[in-house]
């Protein structure tokens, strides 16, 4: 999906991506004969290639056809233009004037004109007709043969009017078949085919070897705003000269190059545009074909047939052909008889439904029976071919059964012939360059009077189109049908074309969950074998807008499933979260849909772009992934685009919100977000053109969640600009999200496959990409790949915007202005399919559990299946739980999938100190032991198998407690030193009992009756599944006092880890004033000691102390291992951490440092004092000092505290 603050446009495309797509030019290519030299008049340089001219020396219009109003103009004026008819148009016309006759001589002027368009007859048809002289009836076959002098040219009058093509030409007579030559096309476009191509397309052969086919030309036919030479009178246009009319349907002329016409075996000439395709053909002229059409219609090339002659010729066309139909009942009346005007008006009427029977060629005539064990059918009546399906889909070395009636009274002969090996030379709408290859049609060749025969012809895998029909026989006997080769594709709509489906996902049972971001609802696709058969409900959100053309409220946008069925979706319109429970929702209702609201903003998020704000401002959150823990409930972790933030979201196994937080990115407007197995988040700046890594410490998320933050810079960028903003460069003084343009590649969606590597598009840069964690290095672009995507259909780079991955590690990508998904891996791009519709924004590929392709044609508004290309994905489960025992060193697991087995080592400061290789999987866990296991190890879990997923890990937790004979239960529950997050768990015996940890780890509780062992266990969960620890309860020393639990108090110096504690706007160093004697109690012994004379100093492993007067005066971190709560400040943090961790910082330019005063006590301070490399913590030293021992500097931060200020 693209961002959410509006399209971007890229710089080297100012007049947007379709002049760009159009004005590249494919390579240029000939055609080569048998001896590998290039055929003349096949180059493929562009799609005008072959143009020769037209009217004017360029292709022209020769008649602009007639505006809506010309009436009320000078006849001239009027005069000048053609008609807008169609010949069967102008039939219904005709036949309802007969209907409404007044009088015999109406009638007989109905009749004529209805006679004439049949026939053909020139002399009586209107001058201004496109048609004129091209009969509907095709009794004139052998007058359709023209002659073509030595390298000359030929005319030929094409009119394309629904799902007809009728032209004046069917075979070529060459005077030089050494020789190319030029046809010079008269074409018009009357009604719903408008806005197709001319794309004529010749067979070659040379010395009866097939050489292949090629488009000599692509040329669009839509004309633009035309001056139509008369003028509109009317209250609108009062002016006495009135406004100029303007048309844009007209006849155009078109010289097209060709190949030597001893090479042509046929000049196809199919009008490719969807829903109204038209066939027409040109053949050279052979004995064979003269002396067949004369055999058929009973006259002569080159002669003029007598009325009788062409009486006769229409008499042998099948009678149950609806112009034969009509001719036949016009023939019968007559003029002089006594009730002539009642017949004349009956047959009128009665006639008129005959006209609606002409018009569809893609469907079987009436009165035909069709053949139920036939894949496709094909009639030939009135000399032209109607067929039964204009596409059809045919598997890998699979035949097809074509039935074949001949409705005329003469022998047709049949012919296949596949169209194959398609080689996009051109563009996305056509055939390119091919391979041609007639199929063997047995005893079906020829088809007597009246007969059906079904012959079974085997295309090629590669053959993408049949041609059918007579190619002996008529310039209108033949047809096109598409072939569906490789993978099922199907789409089904979801909803209107305003409903704007952005994002979908594949729940546990199959089912397919959409965001309508156009109408505020939601829909569910049970999807059925034939997919646009398949079911669709469609839930709404409470209180969003669904009216068609209102803004909507909510405009949800992306979709996941969580472990439980639960569907998620982000709401960016609406600053909420959206949750579904599908055992609850019912149809055309939002009952069992909830938003979850997220904290309002209006004072720090960033208005939308353009010009419209609206209130409240919305966090606009964007995309999101959520992950369960045992007991149902769902953490999700989503990009807040407004607020420059990831949100953290809790909400309960029943829908009830438990917690949420946020933590700043240090970026502007976060999109792609996705966890890897370590619990990080990793996510992509689109302003910032970077990646950024979250580290969040998930064992306590809601109350010390951040880490650190890194970035990585993307190699590539562009200037991207925002439409409708103004030019704000840097050197204007712009910066951020108010730069226009902005040097991006436009990062937006992300997956993490089976190597742990951090997959990501680059709309922009046109690049697909991925980060090695293992390599990437903050504020750089090591360990970033990127790949170049395919050639698109449009001739240009592919712009992916979306991926999804399957179970096997393979990405796939939609290219949304390209019209292309694809596949892609390490090793690069590997296979790509197009979507069914044609510049339909292709977005948001994903897979399903039987290993079909999904994804969003957001254009089109409809859903695409492409069946079997993917390994699948699992469904949406339950976490796996994990389960760490510290007494015993066991590791246990259950509900894995996918695995076979696995390696489990323990990780303790960051140095392997046990492992567990090669330990199998059964039923889906596993149980083993490890030499050594302790609080704050970590284990990571390594996992084989051929769907295994990248490694991932777990924390260990610190778990400590006693219970005495009585119950009474009391100790601390840490990690890396920081109070754990959620409730203890205390087990002896049958009682048991739960307690949360305070903000120093303490907790007590007491149990029912006389117990002496149990366990002390904590629960967490990460997004590779639930972990557990388990630690035994310590006895009571014998005989001693009952064990008094540890007291709760925000400045206690026995949490270990900590070096400062924030509880609001309050921080203390905790260690600061402490006695040497209560600072062994918590940290033990120190490494080493040093006396002075008036001090002494302590050394820890990750600090230094010193102490005067038997207290600790001051303190300097030297190792990494010692962070503040809750922002995780420590060695090597970036300065903003600290500056979130101590509030006020100011910068001692001659010392490279920087310093900050903290309250301790009564007229005491804590001065710390920074040392900073490349914006990271080398240094902390903390002196306790009291007000009159501070310099200037340190008065001055005093007065600032006194003040109440913060300063940053």
């Known amino acids: 999906m693209r961002s959410i603050w509006g399209m971007l446009v890229r710089a080297a495309c100012p007049g947007g991506l379709a002049l760009c797509f159009a004005a590249t030019a494919p390579a ?36 602009r056809l007639e505006p809506f109003f010309p009436g009320d103009n000078a006849p001239g004026a009027v005069g000048a233009l053609g008609s807008t008819g169609s010949p069967e148009d102008d039939l219904a016309a005709a036949l309802d004037r007969l209907a409404g006759a007044a009088d015999a001589s ?88 408008f806005g197709g191509q001319l794309s004529p397309a010749p067979l070659l052969q040379d010395g009866g070897t097939r050489i292949g086919g090629q488009h000599s030309i692509l040329w669009p036919l839509a004309l633009p705003n035309l001056l139509a030479g008369t003028t509109s009178h009317g209250r609108f246009h009062p002016l006495p000269d009135g406004a100029p009319e303007e048309t844009r349907l007209g006849t155009q002329t078109l010289t097209v190059r060709m190949p030597p016409a001893g090479m042509v075996s046929a000049i196809l000439d199919p009008n490719l545009k969807p829903g109204h395709e038209t066939f027409a053909q040109l053949l050279p002229a052979t004995a064979e074909r003269l002396a067949a059409a004369e055999s058929a219609f009973g006259f002569a090339a080159g002669t003029t047939p007598s009325e009788a002659q062409k009486a006769a010729a229409i008499g042998r066309l099948a009678d149950d052909a609806p112009e034969k139909q009509v001719w036949a009942d016009l023939r019968r009346l007559d003029a002089g008889s006594p009730g002539f005007l009642g017949a004349a008006r009956a047959a009128g009427a009665g006639d008129r439904s005959l006209v609606a029977a002409m018009r569809a060629r893609d469907q079987l005539p009436n009165g035909v029976g069709g053949d139920p064990s036939a894949d496709v059918e094909v009639v030939l009546m009135n000399d032209e071919a109607y067929v039964s399906r204009r596409d059809m889909r045919v598997a890998s070395g699979a035949s097809v059964k074509v039935a074949v009636t001949n409705r005329d009274k003469f022998t047709h002969g049949f012919q296949a012939v596949a169209l194959s090996s398609r080689d996009r030379v051109f563009g996305a709408l056509d055939w390119g360059a091919f391979a041609w290859t007639p199929l063997d049609a047995g005893g079906a060749a020829t088809v007597p009077a009246g007969a059906t025969r079904q012959v079974t012809v085997t295309p090629a895998d590669g053959a993408f189109a049949l041609w059918l029909g007579d190619g002996d026989l008529g310039d209108q006997a033949g047809v096109s049908v598409e072939l569906d080769r490789g993978p099922k594709v199907q789409s089904i709509p979801v909803g209107p074309a305003f409903s704007l489906p952005v994002h979908g996902a594949s729940d546990a049972d199959g089912n397919i969950w959409v965001s309508l971001a156009g109408t505020d609802k939601i829909a569910r696709i049970t999807p059925a074998e034939d997919l646009p058969s398949s079911k669709i409900e469609t839930f709404l959100v409470p209180g969003g807008e669904t009216r068609p053309g209102m803004p909507t409220t909510f405009g949800p946008a992306d979709v996941v499933i969580d472990g439980r069925g639960i569907v998620w979706m982000t709401l960016p319109e609406g600053n909420g979260i959206l949750r579904a429970d599908p055992a609850r929702v019912r149809d055309g209702t939002d009952e069992g849909v909830t938003v979850i609201p997220l904290k309002g903003c209006d004072e720090t998020c960033r208005p939308p772009v353009g010009p419209v704000t609206p209130a409240p401002l919305s966090r606009a959150p964007s995309h999101l992934r959520v992950y369960n823990d045992e007991a149902g409930n769902a953490t999700v972790f989503y990009t807040e685009g407004n607020a420059d933030a990831i949100g953290l979201l809790r909400v309960s196994a029943e829908g009830t919100r438990l917690a949420e937080t946020r933590f700043p990115c240090d970026c502007i407007a976060p999109e792609g977000i996705v966890l890897d197995g370590d619990g990080q988040v990793w996510f992509t700046e689109i302003f910032n053109n970077r990646i950024g890594r979250l580290r969040v410490d998930l064992t306590r998320p809601f109350d010390a969640p951040a880490v650190d933050v890194e970035h990585y810079n993307i190699p590539s960028a562009i200037e991207v600009f925002t439409p409708g903003l103004p030019i704000c460069r840097a050197a204007d003084g712009c910066t951020g999200a108010s730069m226009n343009p902005v040097i991006t590649s436009e990062p937006l969606s992300m997956q993490i496959d089976r190597a742990g590597r951090v997959w990501f598009t680059e709309a922009e840069a046109q690049k697909l990409a991925y980060v090695d964690p293992a390599l990437a290095e903050d504020g750089t672009s090591k360990g970033i790949t990127e790949f170049t995507p395919p050639v698109n259909d449009f001739h240009r780079l592919s712009s992916p915007s979306d991926i999804g991955i399957d179970r096997e590690g393979s990405l796939y990508f939609a290219d949304e202005y390209g019209d292309i998904v694809g596949r892609v891996t390490a090793d690069g791009p590997q296979e790509f399919w197009r979507p069914p519709a044609r510049q339909s924004l292709p977005e948001v590929p994903f897979t399903d559990t039987r290993g079909d392709l999904w994804f969003i044609e957001v254009g089109a508004a409809q859903l695409t299946r492409i069946s079997g290309v993917t390994a699948g994905v699992l469904p949406p489960a339950r976490p796996p739980v994990f389960t760490f025992e510290t007494a015993t060193g066991t590791v246990r697991a259950s509900g894995l999938r996918d695995i076979e087995s696995v390696d489990v080592k ?252 903290l309250r301790h006590g009564r007229g005491t301070f804590a001065d710390v004092r920074l040392t900073v490399a490349r914006g990271r913590a080398t240094g902390v030293r903390v002196t306790l000092v009291r007000r009159a021992q501070l310099d200037r500097t340190g008065r001055r931060l005093a007065a600032h505290l006194n003040a109440g200020g913060s300063r940053r």
């Not at 008049?41 to 022209?60: F, K, R």
């Not at 033990?1084 to 008036?1094: D, I, W, Y």
């Open 906 to 1157: 323990v990780l303790r400061d960051g140095a392997e100190a046990a492992r567990s290789v090669d330990v199998g999987v059964s039923d889906g866990g596993f149980v083993t032991k490890v030499d050594s296991l302790q609080g704050d190890d970590r284990v990571v879990i390594v996992p084989r198998g051929r769907f295994a997923p990248a490694p991932f890990s777990f924390p260990v937790a610190d778990l400590r407690a006693t219970i005495a004979r009585d119950g009474s239960v009391a100790g601390r529950a840490l990690h890396a030193g920081t109070a754990l997050g959620e409730r203890v768990q205390v087990e002896a015996g049958a009682a048991r009992g739960s307690a949360a940890p305070g903000d120093d780890g303490g907790f007590s509780l007491r149990l029912d009756g006389g117990v002496s062992a149990g366990t002390v266990s904590w629960a967490g969960a990460m997004p590779n599944g639930a972990h557990r620890t388990v630690t035994p309860l310590a006895r009571a020393v014998s005989g001693g006092p009952t064990p008094v639990p540890p007291t709760h108090r925000g400045d206690s110096a026995c949490a270990r880890g900590p070096w400062l504690s924030r509880f609001g706007a309050k921080r203390v160093v905790r260690l600061l004033g402490r006695t040497g004697a209560a600072v062994r109690r918590c940290y033990g012994a120190p490494r080493s000691t040093l006396k002075r004379k008036r001090h002494e100093r302590w050394t820890y492993r990750d600090m230094t102390l010193t102490l005067r007067r038997g207290k600790v005066s001051a303190v300097t971190l030297t190792g990494r291992g010692l962070r503040s709560v809750p922002d995780g400040a420590r060695i090597g943090s970036r300065l903003r951490v600290f500056r979130r961790a101590i509030g006020s910082l100011v910068r001692d330019r001659r010392r490279g440092a920087y310093r900050a005063l």
């Open 28 to 63: 240029a290519a000939d055609l080569t004969d048998r001896a590998g030299r290039p055929v003349p008049n096949t180059s493929s340089s562009s799609t005008g290639a072959q143009l020769d001219g037209g009217s004017g020396g360029g292709p022209g219009t020769v008649r």
């Open 106 to 193: 109406a009638a007989t002027g109905a009749i004529a004109d209805a006679l004439a368009i049949l026939e053909g007859d020139a002399a009586a048809t209107d001058a201004h007709k496109a048609y004129r002289g091209i009969p509907l009836l095709n009794w004139n076959l052998p007058a359709k043969v023209k002659d073509v002098p030595p390298g000359g040219d030929v005319d030929v009058t094409e009119v394309r009017f629904g799902d007809h093509a009728i032209t004046d030409t069917w075979l070529l007579r060459f005077a030089a078949p050494a020789r190319p030559f030029t046809i010079t096309w008269h074409i018009t476009e009357l009604g719903t085919s």
